[in-house]
T-cell receptor, first 111, second 112 residues
Framework: EADIYQTPRYLVIGTGKKITLECSQT?????MYWYQQDPGMELHLIHY???????EKGDLSSESTVSRIRTEHFPLTLESARPSHTSQYLC??????????FGQGTRLTVV | QKEVEQDPGPLSVPEGAIVSLNCTYS??????FMWYRQYSRKGPELLMY????GNKEDGRFTAQVDKSSKYISLFIRDSQPSDSATYLC????????????FGEGTQLTVNP
């Protein structure tokens, strides 16, 4: 079983609030990813990192930002949440000899 | 045109049926192929991966890759209600740092 954890699992927050979604993995993987997935829809890559101090934007434009100060930690931040940010956010990590493993996701609702 | 095409379904089968899930792709650089299973409100779970053309079997699951036709399949034998989930195909090239490209996912329901 993959050791990648996301917190919180569910979050309901008001418009304009700043939020940080946490993602941690204990597998020592260099590569980490954030995906956004609306119900019944495909995954869209919004951010990725190939190691400490390396972050890149993904295929889907996002108003969120990420940081990678430690290998095991890849938090995603929304400075000012809006209802359009309501979605499921999935974090994943990948090692040199493994494929990507996903966390359980954070389901965000902005009211 | 999307790089990876997958029929979103939904697909509904009786318990015990053989299920065939398929994806086609257009990028000939894709060399590594994965299938993920995603239960409702959960993250995708890596089910199978294969790196070459041909078949790979794991219990009731068989992954098939045909690189010449750019076509991959997942077969589920003796399907169970617990197999009810969305199945996502994913693939990537062999270059260092290559990212996964996902299909849209096929929603499967196995009826008891």
């Amino acid at each position: 079983e993959a050791d990648i954890y996301q917190t919180p699992r569910y979050l309901v927050i008001g418009t304009g609030k700043k939020i940080t979604l946490e993602c941690s993995q204990t597998m020592g993987h260099d590569k980490m990813y954030w995906y956004q997935q609306d119900p019944g829809m495909e995954l869209h890559l919004i951010h990725y990192s190939y190691g400490v101090n390396s972050t890149e934007k993904g295929d889907l434009s996002s108003e969120s930002t990420v940081s990678r100060i430690r290998t095991e930690h890849f938090p995603l931040t929304l400075e000012s949440a809006r209802p359009s940010h309501t979605s499921q956010y999935l974090c994943a990590s990948k090692g040199v000899r493994t494929e990507a493993f996903f966390g359980q996701g954070t389901r965000l609702t902005v009211v | 045109q999307k790089e990876v095409e997958q029929d979103p379904g939904p697909l509904s089968v009786p318990e015990g049926a053989i299920v065939s899930l398929n994806c086609t792709y257009s990028n000939s650089a894709f060399q590594y192929f994965m299938w993920y299973r995603q239960y409702s409100r959960k993250g995708p779970e890596l089910l199978m991966y294969t790196y070459s053309s041909g078949n790979k079997e794991d219990g009731r699951f068989t992954a098939q890759v045909d690189k010449s036709s750019k076509y991959i399949s997942l077969f589920i034998r003796d399907s169970q209600p617990s197999d009810s989930a969305t199945y996502l195909c994913a693939m990537r090239s062999g270059t260092s740092g290559s990212r996964l490209t996902f299909g849209e996912g096929t929603q499967l329901t196995v009826n008891p």
